[in-house]
């Protein structure tokens, strides 16, 4: 007796669903993780485990992303201040690419078009020359021990 195409279809499907269910899931408890850990120790202390940025490393300025970890920790500590202080590039500019694939994706339009990541590449290479001018006034903190 041959298997019956339709039962077999379902069958993967359910195995699809069940497939992005259990990563979906993984997805949310490593976030979960990271973001406990984030608040739980803080990266504005110089001793504290976390990775040196290698672009700051290796050239001496601040990258786009630098002071993130310490925004995201303000931020879980309630601390809006501290958190534009840390990286507003990231504080703002995270929730509007978010909003802005999300309309993308809604109208069934591809995610990224390239006038979408020109604009975020020029945008990070704006932010990254004007945050390591002399004087600037958002410089990220660092507690010293």
């Not at 999300?102 to 990224?112: A, C, E, N």
Request: with cysteine; glycine share 12%; hydrophobic share 45%.
């Amino acid at each position: 007796m041959e298997p019956n195409p339709a039962t077999q279809a379902s069958g993967q499907c359910r195995q699809h669903r069940r497939h992005r269910l259990y990563a979906a899931a993984g997805t949310g408890v490593l976030l979960a993780g990271a973001l406990g850990y984030v608040g739980f120790v803080d990266p504005h202390n110089t001793n504290s485990l976390y990775p040196h940025c290698p672009f700051k490393w290796l050239t001496g300025w601040n990258c786009p992303f630098c002071g993130g970890l310490r925004m995201t920790h303000d931020l879980l500590h309630g601390d809006l201040v501290a958190g534009i202080n840390d990286n507003v590039f990231l504080l703002v500019g995270i929730p509007v690419l978010a909003g802005w694939l999300v309309m993308r994706w809604r109208r069934g339009r591809p995610w990224l078009s390239m006038p979408t990541v020109l604009t975020v590449v020029v945008a990070a290479v704006v932010w990254t020359v004007m945050r390591n001018l002399p004087g600037f006034p958002l410089v990220p903190t660092l507690l010293s021990g």
